[in-house]
Every structure is written in structure tokens, then in C-alpha cells.
């Protein structure tokens, strides 16, 4: 598996709330849900390469 990149997020409280309560709903942390929108967007958006 390949390590991961660590960052600081800054989001408001709201956001933060909505984030919290979508990933408990997905049965994920926040930080899993964040990756997981993040990929979904960068799929749809046509940034990966196909061999990712």
C-alpha cells in the first residue's frame, strides 16, 4: 500500500458537521469520507490516469 500523504484541512464548523454525519451514515471516519469524495470527484472530473 502506498504511504500516505498527511495534510492540514481547514473547513468551517457546518461543513465539519454535515462531513461527520455523512460518514457515520457510511459507516466511515470523516477522514475516509473526505478520500472518498475527493476520488469520486477526480474520476468524474477526468484527472486519473487509467492506470490508477
Do not use: C, H, P
Not at 6 to 11: Q, S, Y
Not at 21 to 50: C, F, T, Y
Request: charge should be positive.
Amino acid at each position: 500500500m502506498a504511504e500516505k500523504k498527511k495534510f492540514l484541512l481547514r473547513i468551517d464548523q457546518k461543513t465539519y458537521d454535515a462531513l461527520e454525519k455523512w460518514a457515520s451514515d457510511e459507516l466511515r471516519s470523516v477522514n475516509a469520507q473526505i478520500e472518498v469524495l475527493l476520488k469520486k470527484a477526480i474520476k468524474d472530473a477526468g484527472r486519473r490516469s487509467n492506470d490508477e
